[in-house]
């Protein structure tokens, strides 16, 4: 069975700094790997995605993840937060025709 | 193009009581999904569809019901609302399988009293 699992709940950094979300996924064959971010009372919306094209993926709004099969992780970084970074955060694993979902990290961006 | 919206934004409802969530995409795609979203437990697929008159279940579908009569909507059905299901549900659509992008509605938060 795939699943994903995040690291963290909560991550908390100061505006300039840089932003670490940790993700580790379990999967018997090749994953394709996402991550979507959630402000505030508002829906999920698509960051990055992973697809074996390239182990180093670039998503919006400055965040990038790499894939790394001998750590089984998709972490995602940002050099420097902003403010407007603040928000839930979920990596995603596809399993066929759905998608399974990480618990969850919420990012606190402090000024 | 209004992407995915759902109706309504908000409801509170009886235990016991029925409602159906309407889900609308305007973006043509094939597969629908309803999701609820609980804190600490992430998003968990209730029911899914891959067509027009298709249904499938996802990983928490007691005590629901969807139906896709026409490509663009896809409803959800609590026929006997329980406390249980107070959450904040979430439609989501997408051009091709779960390996393509969702976009995701706003939510429905609804309480069950």
């Known amino acids: 069975a795939q699943s994903v699992t995040q690291l963290d709940s909560h991550v908390s950094v100061s505006e300039g700094t840089p932003v670490l979300l940790r993700c580790n996924y379990s999967s018997s064959y090749s994953p394709s790997l996402f991550w979507y971010v959630q402000h505030p009372n508002k829906g999920l919306q698509l960051l990055l995605k992973y697809t074996s094209a390239a182990t180093l993926v670039k998503g919006i709004n400055g965040f990038e993840a790499e894939f790394k099969k001998s750590e089984t992780s998709f972490h995602l970084t940002k050099p420097s937060a902003h403010m407007s970074d603040a928000a839930e955060y979920f990596c995603v694993v596809a399993n066929t025709d759905k998608l399974i979902f990480g618990t969850g990290t919420r990012l606190q961006v402090f000024p | 193009n209004a992407g995915v919206t759902q109706t309504p934004k908000f409801r509170v409802l009886k235990t016991g009581q029925s409602m159906t969530l309407l889900c609308a995409q305007d973006?043509?795609?094939?597969?629908m999904y309803w999701y609820r979203q609980d804190p600490g437990m992430g998003l968990r697929l209730i029911h899914y569809?891959?067509?027009?008159?298709?249904?499938a279940k996802g990983e928490v579908p007691d005590g629901y019901n969807v139906s896709r009569l026409k490509k663009q909507n896809f409803l959800l059905g609590l026929e006997s609302a329980a406390p249980s299901q107070t959450s904040v549900y979430f439609c989501?659509?997408?051009?091709?399988?779960?390996?393509?992008?969702?976009?995701f509605g706003p939510g429905t938060r609804l309480t069950v009293l």
């Open positions: 989501a659509s997408s051009g091709g399988s779960s390996y393509n992008e969702q976009f």
């Open positions: 973006m043509n795609h094939e597969y």
């Open positions: 569809s891959v067509g027009e008159g298709t249904t």
